[in-house]
């Protein structure tokens, strides 16, 4: 009987059992381990990015809406093959906890495999519907011309872009966030040299615009994904590929999906949700959009913190749940969630003194005075969000890599569409407010999702690998 109960308690209830002197400093290092190098990638690719969207505003306000809307469109389609990379990487960080290391090597070798087919399905998708996906948003006809052709050129490059996330996902599933911090780098430095050559026409590469930002993404991508290929395909990483791996399997290739495909189907209404939100935004006229689209080009780069604590959830999280150690797991779930508390704080202070009005003409030059003050605007209000940010993604990452993935897909769908989008709809057509109260809807998103999020965690459900 006493058997029993203990089994009871390991997977149910949360409990207030923590870690203490030695093993809690050895449990902030291996968060550390894991957060850091996630922390420098993720933050050098949202500066490339930041920069990246500083070239593109030089082309004009109505070059930078479309490529800002094509580049949540292209976020829907890294979420949908993300799929693969969450249930990768949930799948590996288990056999890793369980010290099978080669059912780790067979997860990557099975999720290129898969990944490959639903990219080729993406490609030939994107290219049919590209134009009418802006044609649905109701923007204006240029805005349409440049988007659909940014488009066109991302949907060309998918199959070649995405290997690189399986392989990354593989790695930081087996606690190796090293290797796709550097590979991210050399990424990122590709990608400004190409964004700065093809958008504008520098160092002797013929001036693309839109078109330019498209290629300049596909060639570093490409590149990213043929430098992790190399180094795990000459056996320079942890992860091990075998001959015999690359047989499509049922039932690694189900578990991968069964896993990834709530976070593909959780990440990609968080896109349409929020593309929808633009949408609503727009009826404030061009300005006001640009200056949403600035905001969150800061937000991107304000969200590394979250990032690296959210990656060193999952792995943990998960290798402890395929250990079976659940006081070690509850230990993690505490730890990063209040790290990233303070850390996405801590962020924002900084933010917050540096996005002045002055600062923020001089990076968005060719936008108007007005969007500048939207901008800026929009800014403040993200940063006393960004706290909650932190608290929610780094629990919602924990959940990721114990296999629950549902739960985080019902969060985000009620705080994106229940309180985000159906809050600001609500309060524009109601009494047609100002945009910053519609932008305030955030908190309302935010609140839904965090409450929702810490039920799932103290009734202990989430308690079960999946395997």
């Given at each position: 009987?006493?058997?029993?109960?203990?089994?009871?308690?390991?997977?149910?209830?949360?409990?207030?059992?923590?870690?203490?002197?030695?093993?809690?400093?050895?449990?902030?290092?291996?968060?550390?381990?894991?957060?850091?190098?996630?922390?420098?990638?993720?933050?050098?690719?949202?500066?490339?990015?930041?920069?990246?969207?500083?070239?593109?505003?030089r082309l004009g306000e109505k070059a930078f809406n479309s490529v800002?809307?094509?580049?949540?469109?292209?976020?829907?389609?890294?979420?949908?093959?993300?799929?693969?990379?969450?249930?990768?990487?949930?799948?590996?960080?288990?056999?890793?906890?369980?010290?099978?290391?080669?059912?780790?090597?067979?997860?990557?070798?099975?999720?290129?495999?898969?990944?490959?087919?639903?990219?080729?399905?993406?490609?030939?998708?994107?290219?049919?519907?590209?134009?009418?996906?802006?044609?649905?948003?109701?923007?204006?006809?240029e805005t349409i011309e440049l988007g659909s052709q940014f488009l066109?050129?991302?949907?060309?490059?998918?199959?070649?872009?995405?290997?690189?996330?399986?392989?990354?996902?593989?790695?930081?599933?087996?606690?190796?966030?090293?290797?796709?911090?550097?590979?991210?780098?050399?990424?990122?430095?590709?990608?400004?040299?190409?964004?700065?050559?093809?958008?504008?026409?520098?160092?002797?590469?013929?001036?693309?615009?839109?078109?330019?930002?498209?290629?300049?993404?596909?060639?570093?991508?490409?590149?990213?994904?043929?430098?992790?290929?190399?180094?795990?395909?000459?056996?320079?990483?942890?992860?091990?590929?075998?001959?015999?791996?690359?047989?499509?399997?049922?039932?690694?290739?189900?578990?991968?999906?069964?896993?990834g495909m709530p976070s593909a189907l959780e990440w990609t209404l968080?896109?349409?949700?929020?593309?929808?939100?633009?949408?609503?935004?727009?009826?404030?006229?061009?300005?006001?959009?640009?200056?949403?689209?600035?905001?969150?080009?800061?937000?991107?780069?304000?969200?590394?913190?979250?990032?690296?604590?959210?990656?060193?959830?999952?792995?943990?999280?998960?290798?402890?749940?395929?250990?079976?150690?659940?006081?070690?797991?509850?230990?993690?779930?505490?730890?990063?969630?209040?790290?990233?508390?303070?850390?996405?704080?801590?962020?924002?202070?900084?933010?917050?003194?540096?996005?002045?009005?002055?600062?923020?003409?001089?990076?968005?030059?060719?936008?108007?005075?007005?969007?500048?003050?939207?901008?800026?605007?929009?800014?403040?209000?993200?940063?006393?969000?960004?706290?909650?940010?932190?608290?929610?993604?780094?629990?919602?990452?924990?959940?990721?890599?114990?296999?629950?993935?549902?739960?985080?897909?019902?969060?985000?769908?009620?705080?994106?569409?229940?309180?985000?989008?159906?809050?600001?709809?609500?309060?524009?057509?109601?009494?047609?407010?100002?945009?910053?109260?519609?932008?305030?809807?955030?908190?309302?998103?935010?609140?839904?999702?965090?409450?929702?999020?810490?039920?799932?965690?103290?009734?202990?459900?989430?308690?079960?690998?999946?395997?």
């Amino acid at each position: 009987m006493g058997n029993i109960n203990k089994a009871k308690e390991k997977t149910s209830g949360f409990y207030q059992k923590d870690f203490q002197g030695k093993e809690l400093i050895a449990l902030y290092k291996d968060i550390f381990d894991l957060a850091i190098p996630a922390f420098i990638g993720q933050g050098f690719s949202s500066i490339v990015w930041f920069t990246s969207v500083i070239i593109i505003g030089r082309l004009g306000e109505k070059a930078f809406n479309s490529v800002n809307i094509g580049m949540m469109i292209f976020y829907i389609i890294v979420t949908i093959v993300g799929a693969i990379g969450v249930g990768t990487t949930s799948l590996v960080a288990q056999y890793w906890g369980k010290g099978d290391k080669r059912s780790a090597g067979y997860v990557l070798q099975q999720s290129l495999i898969y990944g490959v087919i639903l990219s080729i399905n993406i490609l030939i998708f994107g290219l049919a519907l590209h134009q009418l996906i802006f044609n649905f948003l109701g923007v204006d006809l240029e805005t349409i011309e440049l988007g659909s052709q940014f488009l066109f050129w991302i949907f060309l490059g998918v199959p070649f872009i995405t290997p690189g996330f399986f392989l990354g996902s593989a790695l930081r599933g087996a606690g190796d966030a090293k290797t796709p911090m550097y590979v991210g780098v050399i990424t990122g430095l590709f990608t400004l040299f190409l964004e700065y050559g093809l958008i504008l026409g520098h160092f002797g590469m013929p001036r693309l615009g839109v078109k330019g930002a498209a290629l300049a993404i596909d060639i570093s991508y490409f590149i990213n994904s043929l430098i992790l290929a190399f180094l795990i395909f000459t056996n320079k990483t942890r992860v091990k590929v075998t001959a015999d791996g690359w047989r499509p399997k049922d039932r690694i290739g189900k578990s991968i999906f069964s896993i990834g495909m709530p976070s593909a189907l959780e990440w990609t209404l968080i896109e349409v949700g929020i593309l929808l939100y633009a949408a609503l935004i727009s009826k404030y006229g061009a300005e006001a959009l640009a200056g949403y689209f600035a905001g969150m080009s800061v937000l991107a780069l304000a969200q590394t913190a979250s990032f690296g604590f959210q990656t060193a959830a999952t792995t943990l999280v998960g290798q402890a749940v395929g250990a079976q150690n659940y006081v070690r797991a509850e230990s993690i779930f505490r730890k990063t969630s209040m790290l990233g508390f303070i850390g996405m704080g801590v962020l924002g202070i900084i933010i917050a003194s540096i996005a002045s009005p002055s600062v923020l003409q001089v990076v968005f030059s060719k936008l108007s005075l007005t969007s500048i003050d939207y901008s800026r605007t929009y800014i403040l209000l993200l940063v006393l969000a960004m706290p909650l940010m932190g608290f929610y993604f780094s629990i919602a990452g924990g959940l990721r890599g114990a296999g629950d993935t549902v739960w985080p897909l019902i969060c985000s769908m009620i705080g994106v569409f229940g309180g985000r989008l159906l809050f600001a709809a609500a309060v524009y057509y109601l009494f047609h407010p100002p945009v910053y109260l519609v932008w305030c809807s955030l908190f309302v998103d935010l609140g839904l999702r965090i409450s929702l999020v810490m039920i799932r965690l103290r009734n202990g459900k989430w308690k079960k690998g999946r395997i």
